[in-house]
């Protein structure tokens, strides 16, 4: 059965605390605005957001932890701050979302988050996640970090589309190819990741779908869910987990060990 993001959007099993300061990385955003400068990409007022959110994210930590893992900061804090993106070269991509996902793990490793929330945890962490970052990439015109190009699923995400995928398996009426239904896009992109995904995609991105995003409209060719979903999966280690440019940077700890 597919699995729609309300579901866990009212009453998940997840601390309160793991909320707060997603929004205000969302405030302080508006609080810096970009400023005007001849490139393009990698606004620098990003590096003052960043460095906000570096003075206060011990202080965030702590408010979660029990008195027993408070000495966790010194590993968890990194994956949390990284997954931002880089502040010296104002970019972000696939390795950075990977330290998202690491600090998620870490959580897990602890205790703070349960196997009954995992499911919580991608429809409201990881979209909270997924959502900041679009406004970061949007304001801030953060450098594509190893982006592929029109050879890429997304300048800068893989994970959504993996989780995307799977949330849209056994779905009744919705295939692979539904992607080229604006009607549907319009309609349920808040309910399923991978929709939405698409849909920032056809915004962000100008011409026809076919050639800004060639791979993306293959795999519409594929006939069901399950496929894309391994296929996904099969992605992500050959194209960032084995792959030395982005796993290089990556942090390893008691929590995840080399």
Not at 180 to 198: G, Q, R, W
Request: charged fraction near 20%; aromatic fraction near 14%.
């Amino acid at each position: 059965m597919a699995i729609k993001s309300s579901i866990h959007a009212t009453n998940p099993p997840l601390s309160p605390r793991l909320f707060p300061l997603s929004k205000s990385c969302g405030l302080w955003v508006d609080q810096i605005p970009p400023v005007q400068q001849s490139s393009r990409y990698g606004n620098t007022s990003y590096r003052t957001w960043h460095e906000r959110l570096t003075e206060n994210v011990e202080s965030f930590m702590l408010r979660f932890l029990p008195d027993d893992l408070k000495p966790s900061t010194v590993e968890i804090i990194p994956y949390f701050t990284e997954r931002f993106g880089n502040s010296s070269r104002i970019d972000n991509g696939t390795g950075h979302e990977t330290n998202f996902a690491a600090w998620l793990y870490c959580l897990a490793r602890m205790g703070i988050i349960k196997e009954e929330g995992y499911h919580a945890v991608v429809a409201r962490v990881f979209v909270k996640y997924l959502e900041l970052m679009k406004k970061l990439q949007l304001i801030y015109w953060l450098e594509p970090a190893g982006s592929h190009g029109v050879w890429g699923l997304d300048d800068y995400h893989l994970l959504p589309f993996i989780f995307g995928s799977s949330q849209l398996i056994d779905h009744k009426y919705m295939k692979p190819k539904s992607i080229h239904n604006d009607d549907i896009l319009d309609n349920f992109s808040s309910e399923y990741m991978y929709l939405s995904c698409i849909q920032f995609v056809k915004k962000v991105k100008k011409g026809p779908f076919a050639e800004h995003s060639p791979l993306l409209n293959d795999i519409s060719g594929v006939p069901n869910w399950k496929k894309v979903n391994t296929g996904m999966l099969k992605m992500y280690k050959a194209e960032v987990l084995e792959k030395v440019p982005i796993m290089q940077h990556f942090l390893f700890g008691w929590l995840i060990k080399w």
